[in-house]
Nanobody, 115 residues
Framework: LQLVESGGGLVQPGGSLRLSCATS????????TGWHRQAPGKEREAVAC????????NYADSVRGRFTMSRDTAKNVVYLQMNNLRPEDTAVYYC?????????WGQGTQVTVSS
């Protein structure tokens, strides 16, 4: 399974971005997928995840109500809609997929929130 993120960039506080994670090599229904982020000098943290069935979505407390994760199984793409961005959301954002055998990561996309 290959994962390729896109959509990062520079945005002002209060702005929005939508990240995309294109997957290839398998179908999304086989994997639980998630978004993680890593800020400079900090450990990588989970931001949001969707179960393999797509019926369950969970969010970190720091982003709940501002971020929305979704997926398009026909296109095999996972999204992270980020609204009301804050400077503390600045990080490299990584897409992740896992099943009972393995865990896969994308290369990451930089999100910078600054005025």
């Amino acid at each position: 399974l290959q994962l390729v993120e896109s959509g990062g960039g520079l945005v002002q506080p209060g702005g929005s971005l939508r990240l995309s994670c294109a997957t290839s090599g398998s179908t999304l229904e086989e994997y639980a997928t998630g978004w993680h982020r890593q800020a400079p000098g900090k450990e990588r943290e989970a931001v949001a995840c969707i179960s393999s069935s797509g019926r369950s979505t969970n969010y970190a407390d720091s982003v709940r109500g501002r971020f929305t994760m979704s997926r398009d199984t026909a296109k095999n793409v996972v999204y992270l809609q980020m609204n009301n961005l804050r400077p503390e959301d600045t990080a490299v954002y990584y897409c992740n997929a896992k099943d009972w055998q393995a865990e896969y990561w994308g290369q990451g996309t930089q999100v910078t929130v600054s005025s």
